[in-house]
């Protein structure tokens, strides 16, 4: 675990780093620490305040807002970022007073997400004053990071919403099939209903299985259908097995 400290309590030693406020950034320069980072935010974004992030090395921007408009604002910080030609890294932090987890993951997902999607933010600060627990909180935030392609930490998983076609019960499917493959980081792996519409909803999984018919499934590697109408007792062992034909299985870790 490395700790960001305010830079009135920082001390030097090693995963310990700085936060400076806008007013202490006279202080930067001469800081040996290994990383620094400046709290700001776009109205504090002044001339004389991207010169010194232009020449300061090892600088992050942590990007806060409190405007109602918030997404408007940090997207407005990068377009000043980007006018002046400075490529310093910027987290973009926001705060929170939910209860609920619900709640959170939808501000989150919004707040963070539409300037991550466009291409803004090197990474993501998430705080709560509310009653959610820090893993949850953790979670979620890399949750955030993984929908936006930004940092993938777990297997991926794209499943249809199922409908009248789904050839199987849907939720203990995904559940079995995410049991046997969550381990599985680097993959994305559909679990689509039916044949009909399913291939072409999981266009981008590296692996599918899918509802053939009443009882049977096929499975695909990158949209190509390599097993047809597999027993669906037998279908998830197939598909381990296909997955170590192409080099992509790790053997899960024993705890
Ligand atoms: S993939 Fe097939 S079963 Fe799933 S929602 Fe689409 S049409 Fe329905």
């Known amino acids: 675990m490395?700790?960001?400290v305010d830079f009135s309590r920082w001390e030097e030693k090693i995963d310990h780093y700085p936060l400076f406020r806008v007013d202490e950034i006279g202080s930067m320069e001469a800081c040996p620490a290994q990383v620094k980072f400046l709290r700001l935010a776009y109205p504090q974004l002044t001339d004389e305040v991207i010169t010194q992030l232009k020449e300061i090395p090892r600088v992050v921007v942590i990007l806060t807002t409190a405007h109602q408009n918030g997404v408007g604002e940090q997207r407005a910080f990068f377009h000043a970022l980007l006018n002046a030609d400075c490529r310093v890294p910027v987290v973009l932090q926001r705060s929170y007073a939910e209860d609920e987890a619900e709640d959170i993951q939808l501000k989150g997902g919004v707040d963070f997400g539409t300037v991550l999607?466009?291409?803004f933010g090197n990474g993501i600060m998430l705080s709560n004053d509310g009653?959610?627990?820090?893993?949850?909180?953790d979670?979620?935030?890399f949750g955030i990071l993984q929908a936006a392609r930004v940092r993938t930490s777990k297997t991926e998983f794209i499943s249809c919403p199922s409908c009248g076609r789904t050839l199987f019960d849907l939720q203990t499917t995904v559940a079995l099939v995410q049991k046997h493959f969550s381990h599985l980081k680097h993959l994305k792996i559909g679990v689509m209903g039916c044949i009909v519409n399913g291939v072409g909803e999981m266009a981008d999984a590296d692996y599918g299985y899918v509802g053939a018919e009443?009882?049977?499934?096929?499975l695909y590697r990158k949209k190509q259908l390599v097993a047809k109408n597999i027993p669906q007792a037998e279908a998830v062992e197939h598909l381990?097995?296909?997955i170590k034909d192409h080099g992509d299985w790790i053997e899960p870790e024993v705890n």
């Open 139 to 141: 979670a979620y935030a």
């Open 240 to 242: 381990i097995q296909l």
């Open 117 to 119: 999607l466009d291409g």
């Open 214 to 218: 009443h009882g049977k499934i096929s």
């Open 131 to 137: 009653n959610i627990n820090i893993t949850d909180l």
């Open 2 to 4: 490395k700790s960001i």
